[in-house]
C-alpha cells in the first residue's frame, strides 16, 4: 500500500471508528436518558436492550468484521488468525443480535403485543437468518479447511456480496426500528412536532448511516485489500532491497512492520495455498 493511501485508510477508518463508538454512546444516553434504562424483567427496559445490542453487535462489531483483513497493520499475522479473528468478531455479533431479538420477543409476549407484524420485524428476522446462514458457509467453506479449493473460490464473490448486503439491510432495518419506536413511545410532544428526543435519535440515524458508508467505502476499495502471501514476501525482499541500497533503514512504510515477523515465517507462508480474500 502506498503512504498516500495509507494515510487515506487511516483517515477513512478512524472516521469510522469514531462514528460507530459514538452511535453505541448514544444510543447508551437514548435508553439510559429519555427511555426507562435497561433492566431484564420483561418490561420497557428490557426491550431497550433490543436497540443497545442491534447497534453494538450487528451495526458496530460486523461492520468491523467486514474490514478487519484490509487492516496493514494485521498484514504481518497468519492468514490462518485473521480468519479467526474475521469469523469470531461475526460470531460476537451473531450473538448479541440473538440476545437483542430476545429481549424484544419477551417484552412484547409480556405486553401482550402481536410479534412479527411490522415490515421492520419482517425484514429484522431476515436479516438474521441470511446472516447465520452466511456464518455457517463461511465457517464451513473457509474456516474449515475441508472443502474443496474450487468450491472456496466459486462461493467467494456471493459470500463477499452477502456480507455487504446483510450489513447494508441491518443498517436500514435498524432505521426503520428507531423511527417507529419514536412514534410509538412520542405522545406529548408528538415525534411530529421534533420534540428533543425526536432530535436526538434522529442524529443516531444519520450516525449509523455515516458509519455504514464508511464501513462500505473501505470495503470496497480494490487497492486496500490484504495483499497474497506472495505479494507479502515480495514487499518485504523490495523494503530490504531498498535499506540494503541506501546503506541504511528505509524509510517507514506501512509495510515496515512485517520486518518483525522474518522473511523465513512469510516465505513458509507462500508456499501454502492462499484463500481469497473476505
Avoid at 60 to 89: D, E, N
Avoid at 203 to 224: D, K, Q
Wanted: hydrophobic share 55%; aromatic share 12%.
Amino acid at each position: 500500500m502506498a503512504i498516500e493511501d495509507y494515510k487515506q485508510f487511516v483517515f477513512a477508518f478512524l472516521a469510522a471508528v469514531s462514528f460507530g463508538l459514538i452511535s453505541i454512546i448514544f444510543v447508551l444516553t437514548w435508553v439510559l436518558h429519555y427511555r426507562e434504562g435497561l433492566a431484564w424483567d420483561g418490561g420497557a427496559a428490557e426491550f431497550n436492550w433490543h436497540p443497545v445490542l442491534i447497534v453494538v453487535g450487528f451495526v458496530f462489531l460486523q461492520g468491523i468484521a467486514i474490514i478487519v483483513y484490509r487492516l496493514p497493520w494485521t498484514w504481518k499475522c497468519s492468514k490462518l488468525i485473521m480468519k479467526f479473528a474475521h469469523a469470531g468478531l461475526h460470531l460476537l455479533a451473531f450473538i448479541l443480535a440473538v440476545i437483542a431479538f430476545v429481549a424484544v420477543f419477551d417484552f412484547h409476549n409480556a405486553a401482550k403485543i402481536p410479534n412479527m407484524y411490522s415490515l421492520h420485524s419482517w425484514l429484522g428476522l431476515s436479516a438474521l437468518l441470511l446472516y447465520s446462514l452466511q456464518l455457517v458457509l463461511g465457517i464451513g467453506l473457509y474456516l474449515i479447511p475441508v472443502a474443496p479449493v474450487q468450491w472456496r473460490a466459486a462461493f467467494m464473490p456471493l459470500h463477499v456480496y452477502s456480507g455487504l448486503f446483510i450489513f447494508t439491510a441491518v443498517i436500514a432495518t435498524a432505521l426503520m426500528g428507531l423511527t417507529e419506536k419514536l412514534i410509538f413511545a412520542l405522545n406529548n410532544p408528538k415525534y411530529k412536532d421534533s420534540p428533543p428526543e425526536g432530535t436526538f435519535v434522529n442524529v443516531l440515524g444519520l450516525l449509523l448511516v455515516a458509519f455504514g458508508a464508511l464501513i462500505l467505502w473501505i470495503a470496497t476499495r480494490p487497492h486496500w485489500k490484504r495483499p497474497s502471501e506472495q505479494a507479502l514476501l515480495s514487499l518485504l525482499s523490495s523494503s530490504e532491497d531498498s535499506a540494503q541500497g541506501q546503506g541504511g533503514p528505509a524509510p517507514p512504510r506501512p509495510a515496515d512492520g512485517l520486518a518483525g515477523e522474518g522473511a523465513e515465517d512469510l516465505r513458509r507462508r507462500s508456499t501454502k495455498q492462499s484463500d481469497m480474500d473476505d
